[in-house]
C-alpha cells in the first residue's frame, strides 16, 4: 500500500510540474528577414523549395530559445521545431484541412463563372490597375516593393494576361522578384489572378523559386485578386493551386490613411489568409484610382501613372 500511494504521489508530482512547464511556455512571433542565419539554413536544407509562412521563437519554457516554423512545400505544409544552434529537433507534417475552429463555419467563394467572361490584358476597376507603365513603390524601414505593371503579356492557357512585376529588396539587397499574370474581366470588372513566376535571391543570385504556380496546371484555376464590385465581408480565392490557395475578405470599405505617398480616402481594407494555413494572415489597404498603399509595415511612397 505504501509503494502504491509513493507511486501516485510520482504521477501526481509529474502532472503538476509538467502543468507548471506549460504555463511557463512563451512564445513570440518572428519576421522571416530577422530569422538566425543558422535556423534559416537548416529550414533550406530540409526544404529546398520551402516556402517559409510562420515563425515562433520560444523565449520561456522547457525549450527557450527554440524555433517552430511552419513551411509550405509542394502541396504539403510542415512545422518544424528547431533548436537554436540550427539543429533540427522535430518535423510534423500539417493537413491542409486543419483549420481554427472559426474557420470552419466561413465558406470562401472559388467558382467565379470565368467562361462568361470576355477578358483583358489592359484595363481597370477601381481598386486594380492593368495600364502598362504604371508603377508604385512601397517601403519600410528594411524593406523596398517596387510594382511595375510591364508592357508584357503572358498566355495562360486561352488567356492573354498582363504582366506585373514585383521588385523586393530587403536591407538594400535584392529578395525575390516575381512576375504575375492578370486578366480583367470586361463585362463585370473583376481582375483574375493567373498565377505567378517567382525568382528568390540570395547574394545577387536566384536560390529558388518558392510559391510559383499557374492557371493552366493541373489542380489549377483562375482566382479574383481584385472583384470589380466591392461588398463588404466578401470572401473569396485570390489562388487555386495545390501549392497557392491566398484568400481574401473584405472587412472595411471606409478607411481614411495618409503615408508619404499622399492622403488617400474611402479605401479598403484586405484581410489575406492562406487556405494551407489559416493562421498565416496579413493585412492590405487599397485606395480608389491607386491600387494598393500598405501591405503590413510597407506603405506607399509613390506611384505613377
Known amino acids: 500500500m505504501k509503494f502504491k500511494l509513493s507511486l501516485i504521489t510520482v504521477v501526481i508530482a509529474a502532472v503538476i510540474l509538467t502543468s507548471i512547464l506549460i504555463a511557463a511556455e512563451k512564445k513570440v512571433s518572428v519576421k522571416p528577414s530577422n530569422l538566425p542565419a543558422t535556423i534559416k539554413k537548416a529550414v533550406d536544407q530540409a526544404f529546398p523549395d520551402g516556402k517559409i509562412i510562420e515563425i515562433e521563437k520560444e523565449v520561456e519554457g522547457k525549450d527557450t530559445?527554440?524555433?517552430?516554423?511552419?513551411v509550405e512545400s509542394g502541396s504539403e505544409t510542415f512545422e518544424v521545431e528547431i533548436s537554436p544552434n540550427g539543429k533540427i529537433k522535430e518535423i510534423d507534417k500539417i493537413s491542409s484541412t486543419e483549420a481554427l475552429p472559426e474557420e470552419k463555419s466561413k465558406k470562401w467563394t472559388k467558382e467565379f463563372h470565368e467562361e462568361n467572361c470576355t477578358f483583358s490584358s489592359t484595363g481597370s476597376n477601381r481598386f486594380f490597375i492593368l495600364e502598362p507603365g504604371y508603377k508604385l513603390v512601397l517601403k519600410s524601414k528594411k524593406e523596398k516593393v517596387i510594382i511595375t505593371v510591364t508592357d508584357k503579356t503572358r498566355k495562360i492557357g486561352d488567356i492573354?494576361?498582363?504582366?506585373?512585376?514585383?521588385?523586393?529588396?530587403e536591407d538594400g539587397e535584392l529578395k525575390e522578384i516575381s512576375r504575375n499574370f492578370f486578366a480583367i474581366c470586361k463585362e463585370h470588372g473583376d481582375v483574375f489572378y493567373f498565377g505567378e513566376d517567382v525568382d528568390d535571391y540570395e547574394n545577387g543570385k536566384i536560390v529558388k523559386h518558392s510559391g510559383a504556380w499557374r492557371a493552366d496546371e493541373k489542380n489549377s484555376k483562375a482566382g479574383i485578386i481584385m472583384p470589380g464590385t466591392i461588398l463588404l465581408g466578401a470572401r473569396h480565392y485570390q489562388e487555386i493551386a495545390p501549392n497557392a490557395m491566398d484568400r481574401a475578405e473584405i472587412i472595411a470599405d471606409d478607411i481614411t490613411l495618409t503615408t508619404p505617398g499622399g492622403t488617400f480616402k474611402n479605401c479598403i481594407k484586405v484581410e489575406e489568409t492562406s487556405g494551407l494555413d489559416p493562421k498565416d494572415i496579413c493585412y492590405k489597404i487599397y485606395a480608389p484610382g491607386v491600387g494598393l498603399i500598405q501591405d503590413e509595415d510597407l506603405v506607399l511612397t509613390e506611384f505613377k501613372k
Open 65 to 70: 530559445g527554440q524555433y517552430d516554423v511552419i
Open 160 to 169: 492573354e494576361t498582363r504582366v506585373i512585376q514585383e521588385y523586393e529588396e
